[in-house]
T-cell receptor, first 108, second 116 residues
Framework: EDQVTQSPEALRLQEGESSSLNCSYT??????LFWYRQDPGKGPEFLFT???AGEEKEKERLKATLTKKESFLHITAPKPEDSATYLC?????????FGKGTRLSVIA | DAGVTQSPTHLIKTRGQHVTLRCSPI?????VSWYQQVLGQGPQFIFQ???????GRGNFPDRFSARQFPNYSSELNVNALLLGDSALYLC???????????????FGSGTRLTVV
């Protein structure tokens, strides 16, 4: 059974304080690992897809990396507008399996 | 371009009632998936449809059903509502069926269902 575990559950950062979010996964035949951002009461917003170990993707202050067992979402010098829940999901032989998310708060 | 649109945005129903949720995918997208997101949890897969055929079903009871229309829009139906069905119901569309969705699945803003 495909599984995704995200840590920490919640993270509070000062503006400018860089950190990383973790996504550990087990999946039969990884077809893709996805990162989404979700604001309260809204649907998830697509950030990145990673396909193979060693791959990295960047977008503004965010950088996603992938190993055979984990993915990290690095946030560099975060701003208050980066506050949201970040979801990790894997696609194997079934549609997306999500983790519970990391709730990020960035304080000015 | 319009994104994925869902209706209604909010809904309050009584236990035992039936509900129909609607989704219009991005123009050109032929695959629609439904997810249930309970507060504090990640979305959980319910159904996937591609070209009007069911391509996958999650671990949900038979009270949940769905269909996809010729214009690729979709409906999710839930019968005999329970308090535990209260959740955000998300629809996602992609241009691919069972293959890899390179640009990810695009989600709508969801329908917030409250069962009282």
């Amino acid at each position: 059974e495909d599984q995704v575990t995200q840590s920490p559950e919640a993270l509070r950062l000062q503006e400018g304080e860089s950190s990383s979010l973790n996504c550990s996964y087990t999946v039969s035949g990884l077809r893709g690992l996805f990162w989404y951002r979700q604001d309260p009461g809204k649907g998830p917003e697509f950030l990145f897809t990673l396909y193979s170990a060693g791959e990295e993707k960047e977008k503004e202050r965010l950088k996603a990396t992938l190993t055979k067992k984990e993915s990290f979402l690095h946030i560099t010098a975060p701003k208050p507008e980066d506050s949201a829940t970040y979801l990790c999901a894997v696609q194997g032989n079934t549609p997306l399996v999500f983790g519970k998310g990391t709730r990020l708060s960035v304080i000015a | 371009d319009a994104g994925v649109t869902q209706s209604p945005t909010h809904l309050i129903k009584t236990r035992g009632q039936h509900v129909t949720l609607r989704c219009s995918p991005i123009s050109g997208h032929k695959s629609v998936s439904w997810y249930q997101q309970v507060l504090g949890q990640g979305p959980q897969f319910i159904f996937q449809y591609y070209e009007k055929e069911e391509r996958g079903r999650g671990n949900f009871p038979d009270r949940f059903s769905a269909r996809q229309f010729p214009n690729y829009s979709s409906e999710l139906n839930v019968n005999a509502l329970l308090l535990g069905d209260s959740a955000l119901y998300l629809c996602a569309s992609s241009s691919e069926g069972q293959g890899l969705a390179y640009y990810g699945y695009t989600f709508g803003s969801g329908t917030r269902l409250t069962v009282v």
